[in-house]
């Protein structure tokens, strides 16, 4: 069964400072896609960054990259620069990708239980 | 800008009553789901829908919860009847579905109170 793991409940950074938060997964599938979601206080869902299995690059959107470790089976979300606003519960997802695409699971989302950031000004 | 809206917001109610949450995908997405997101089990798939029809609703209580679409611009989850446990945050997400890159848009969430 798949599976996603973040194993830091909390975490602290200094303002403008670089942050990672670390994400695990488990699956047997050849295909799949990850994704980073930031859940502020208000309780929105805000979708940051993707990364498909295939992808031979990280991925990047502005101040997120993601590090892609496939062979450890890790997603690690990398904040740059970090801003109060940053300050938020983050979640990784996985996404069984095959499954989708040969019409069975359609892409349904399966969560870590989340990090929860707090940047110091 | 296209937005998943969902309704009401908040619900408060008491144990035994029926809830009825609603949820407006946007338009042109075929794939809507429900979550649910508690302290203690995190964001759980409760349902799915591909083009109206339910594709998996494994992760649903059946005896007291029930998920439709009448249309393609409405998601319904009922709860009935209601009982202190099914306390949570609910969303509706959706997206496009067959695409192998396929972003899920979450809607506000509906926060439901049992007494």
């Known amino acids: 069964a798949q599976k996603i793991t973040q194993t830091q409940p909390g975490m602290f950074v200094q303002e403008k400072e670089a942050v990672t938060l670390d994400c695990t997964y488990d699956?047997?599938?050849?295909?799949?896609?990850l994704f980073w979601y930031k859940q502020p206080s208000s309780g929105e869902m805000i979708f940051l960054i993707y990364?498909?299995?295939?992808?031979?690059q990280n991925a990047t959107e502005g101040r997120y990259s993601l590090n892609f470790q496939k062979a450890r089976k890790s997603a690690n979300l990398v904040i740059s620069a970090s801003q109060l606003g940053d300050s938020a519960m983050y979640f990784c997802a996985m996404r069984d990708e095959l499954h989708m695409n040969y019409g069975g699971s359609q892409g349904n989302l399966i969560f870590g239980k989340g990090t929860k950031l707090s940047v110091k000004p | 800008d296209a937005r998943v809206t969902q309704t009401p917001r908040h619900k408060v109610t008491e144990m035994g009553q029926e809830v009825t949450m609603r949820c407006q995908p946007i338009?042109?997405?075929?794939?809507v789901f429900w979550y649910r997101q508690t302290m203690m089990q995190g964001l759980e798939l409760l349902a799915y829908?591909?083009?109206?029809?339910?594709?998996?609703d494994s992760g649903m209580p059946k005896d007291r919860f029930s998920a439709e679409m009448p249309d393609a611009t409405l998601a319904t989850l009922k709860i009935q009847p209601s009982e202190p446990r099914d306390s949570a945050v609910y969303f509706c997400?959706?997206?496009?579905?067959?695409?192998?890159?396929?972003?899920?848009?979450f809607g506000p969430g509906t926060r439901l109170t049992v007494l």
């Open positions: 338009l042109g997405h075929n794939t």
């Open positions: 829908f591909r083009n109206r029809a339910p594709l998996d």
């Open positions: 699956t047997s599938d050849p295909s799949y896609g």
């Open positions: 997400a959706s997206g496009l579905g067959g695409d192998s890159y396929n972003e899920q848009f």
């Open positions: 990364q498909g299995s295939y992808d031979q």
